[in-house]
């Protein structure tokens, strides 16, 4: 069965992070880390059994080197969305196996108009992939009932509990445990910093 690992949102740097968080829901961000090998650094937000990830290039030549197209999401020009699980990958075409540096394999699906895909594979009984950290003190206690990504195309033949795709303008929608409404975060077509916001 498929396990919702982690969600991802790309952003164009630092700034959006500050202007997003802690936001309407109260998330804690833990400190993050950077991605050697891949051009990337990231903060996450912690929740009861997965995480939401914030990413942003942080050395555009690595990025540009890794063969993800994490740098054409951070800047808008690709969906900025993306979800990790852990299960068997889908036998849709378009799935490719990548190590990240120094880390595990897993299967990703990174066409652009798409969101992000990738799979720790049960298939492959992969033990170098290091447990998650908790981290003291930045632990969320919501948990995520559902979430929905909203892009222009979506994946087929991806199953993941509590995950919808659905088609429409790039939006994110988090229902958590203890937050009354929804939170909404869609693509600003002014992506300054300040123009990205909950809704």
């Not at 900025?80 to 068997?88: A, D, K, L, T, Y």
């Not at 992939?129 to 892009?151: C, D, F, M, V």
Request: aromatic share 8%; hydrophobic share 35%.
């Amino acid at each position: 069965m498929n396990v919702l690992d982690h969600l991802i949102i790309f952003l164009p740097g630092p700034r959006v992070v500050d202007a997003l968080f802690p936001g309407p829901a109260g998330l804690i961000l833990d400190a993050g880390t950077r991605h050697l090998g891949q051009g990337t650094r990231n903060r996450r937000a912690l929740l009861a059994d997965c995480y939401l990830e914030l990413v942003w290039i942080e050395s555009p030549v690595d990025a540009r080197a890794s063969g993800l197209r994490f740098q054409q999401r951070c800047e808008g020009n690709a969906c900025p969305f993306g979800v990790v699980f852990r299960g068997r990958a889908p036998g849709a075409p378009g799935f490719l196996d990548y190590t990240v540096p120094a880390g595990p394999t897993l299967k990703i699906l990174d066409d652009p108009a798409l969101p992000f895909v990738g799979v720790f594979d049960d298939a492959d009984d992969d033990r170098s992939r290091a447990p998650r950290q908790r981290q003291p003190g930045h632990r969320n206690q919501h948990a995520l009932q559902h979430g929905e990504i909203s892009t222009s195309t979506t994946p087929t033949d991806i199953a993941i509990p509590r995950i919808t795709f659905v088609r429409g303008e790039p939006k994110l929608t988090l229902t958590l445990t203890g937050v009354p409404s929804p939170l909404r975060l869609a693509t600003p077509s002014n992506p300054r910093p300040e123009n990205w916001q909950w809704t």
